[in-house]
């Protein structure tokens, strides 16, 4: 270790030091993550079972939990150059606006056009897609930055893209499909008269603006009806959290080479993807004894997955097609009230991120919507970048940390992860900056209507 060595504002690594591999951190948990289940006859779920709806290497890696370590193909770390390494930020700016003793460090992963960390994960599902000889892939998107990542890998590796749109997003947020589009998907509002799931829905609840849950229920369809077509999801699988990793590998490489380690690491959590890729490396050591790290994933108040959910098996989508999860989760058919942060409002959780969160080995976090943007637009005064909604609330609570370190004295080293940009959030912006936000809490009763859509077992 390097000690005193004066730290730059960004670290970049050079290509050499560029992590080669993805970190599957469940090779090294105690306690495994629990198997998916079928939704009908509630067994593991076999790569045979899982083979008509999700490519077979993602099948794989899905069901991996002894393999630390995947070699990432030499096309995707092709790809990655393209944008990556995402610089690792030493927030002085904001240090000093705080006047806080607390060293604040933001991995930054918004600097591709699709604006998100999730291009990471977008790449590697549609390479495996390719080198299987498939057409293209499906999937569904709310917010929009994982239908244009999606987009994007595709345009790359010349795969047709078919997107589920939520149909309130599709209308409200026209520039997120028009960009998709000029990366060559199709996107299509859901619920759809394309699927039988799509005209099931929209017979029973006619003028329906969609779901996230009712979006995949169409896409998973959609692939196992066309010959050379498979569903790909971006966030919540522990294959997703695989090639986030690389997020966490970066931000550790950039640390070790400074001698800087963090003590306290801070993630917003929607599906878990972000929070678990960043963490991933940190936890590792922490499992293994080598170290000690304090994690906090932060979510929205208004959709509570870890804070006020069950850690159970529950359905992925509300169509009740995908196989079932063991996760924190407030029921398949909890709908969160209109939250701003459109990434954040999955009503389960990571299956790998909730078996450490029920371990102790993780905290959690909720935070209102209002208290986010202030702190969105605080970061934004001083450091320059335009935050996402979802990001912001790990920005919400690293200021949160860095003020505590002000009362105490205390010099803690930060880390958290900064997801995106929020330049097609501004209409969400706009109703803050008017005073239109309001902050919204469920109560005990929606959340037990929520829990009431929770399958029996046994
Ligand atoms: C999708 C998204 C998230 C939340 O997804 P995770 O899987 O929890 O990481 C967070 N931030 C941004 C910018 C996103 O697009």
């Given at each position: 270790m390097m000690a005193n060595k004066e730290i730059p504002y960004k670290i970049y690594l050079e290509e050499s030091e560029m992590p080669k591999y993805w970190y599957n951190l469940r090779a090294d948990m105690v306690n495994k993550p629990a198997p998916l289940l079928d939704p009908k006859t509630h067994k593991p779920m076999t790569a045979e079972d899982l083979a008509p709806v999700f490519c077979d290497e993602l099948v794989k890696q899905e069901l991996d939990d002894t393999t630390a370590y995947f070699a990432i193909p030499q096309e995707i770390l092709d790809f990655y150059k393209?944008?990556?390494?995402?610089?690792?930020?030493?927030?002085?700016?904001?240090?000093?606006?705080?006047?806080?003793?607390?060293?604040?460090?933001?991995?930054?992963?918004?600097?591709?056009?699709?604006?998100?960390?999730?291009?990471?994960?977008?790449i590697a599902q549609a390479y495996y897609a390719k080198k299987q000889g498939l057409k293209g892939v499906t999937t569904e998107t709310g917010a929009g930055q994982w239908g244009t990542?999606?987009?994007?890998?595709?345009?790359?590796?010349?795969?047709?893209?078919?997107?589920?749109?939520v149909k309130v997003s599709y209308e409200q947020k026209p520039f997120r499909r028009e960009v998709m589009r000029t990366y060559g998907a199709s996107v299509t509002p859901s619920p759809s008269m394309e699927t039988e799931v799509g005209k099931k829905i929209l017979a029973e609840h006619p003028g329906t603006?969609?779901?996230?849950?009712?979006?995949?229920?169409?896409?998973?369809?959609?692939?196992?009806?066309?010959?050379?077509?498979r569903y790909v999801l971006g966030s919540v699988l522990n294959q997703v959290m695989l090639h986030q990793s690389v997020i966490g590998l970066e931000a550790k490489a950039a640390m070790d080479?400074?001698?800087?380690?963090?003590?306290?690491?801070?993630?917003?959590?929607?599906?878990?993807?972000?929070?678990?890729?960043?963490?991933?490396?940190?936890m590792g050591e922490k499992i293994k004894g080598n170290a000690d790290y304090r994690f906090i994933a932060v979510e929205p108040a208004t959709c509570p997955s870890f804070t006020r959910g069950k850690y159970a098996y529950d359905y992925c989508d509300t169509g009740m097609v995908c196989p079932l999860s063991k996760m924190y989760t407030l029921g398949s058919g909890f709908i969160p009230a209109g939250t701003h942060s459109g990434g954040l409002r999955y009503h389960g959780m990571n299956s790998t991120l909730s078996q450490?969160?029920?371990?102790?080995?993780?905290?959690?976090?909720?935070?209102?919507?209002?208290?986010?943007?202030?702190?969105?637009?605080?970061?934004?005064?001083?450091?320059?970048?335009?935050?996402?909604?979802?990001?912001s609330h790990a920005i919400k609570v690293a200021i949160d940390e860095a003020l505590k370190c002000k009362e105490t004295g205390e010099e803690k080293t930060i880390l958290f992860g900064l997801t995106g940009t929020g330049y097609f959030d501004m209409m969400a912006y706009e109703k803050f900056h008017d005073g239109k936000m309001v902050d919204y809490v469920p109560t005990e009763e929606e959340l037990q209507k929520g829990f009431s859509y929770l399958p029996k077992m046994d």
């Open positions: 393209m944008y990556r390494p995402a610089p690792l930020v030493r927030a002085y700016c904001l240090e000093k606006k705080l006047q806080t003793p607390a060293k604040i460090y933001y991995k930054y992963e918004g600097g591709n056009t699709s604006g998100s960390h999730k291009l990471n994960s977008a990542a999606l987009a994007m890998a595709c345009a790359y590796l010349d795969l047709d893209c078919k997107v589920y749109m603006t969609g779901s996230l849950g009712c979006a995949i229920s169409e896409a998973v369809e959609k692939a196992t009806s066309l010959p050379g077509y080479k400074y001698g800087v380690k963090p003590d306290i690491i801070i993630g917003c959590a929607g599906g878990g993807s972000n929070l678990g890729g960043l963490i991933a490396p940190f450490l969160y029920d371990d102790g080995l993780m905290e959690a976090v909720s935070v209102p919507q209002t208290e986010v943007f202030k702190a969105a637009e605080e970061f934004a005064r001083v450091e320059g970048i335009l935050p996402a909604p979802e990001s």
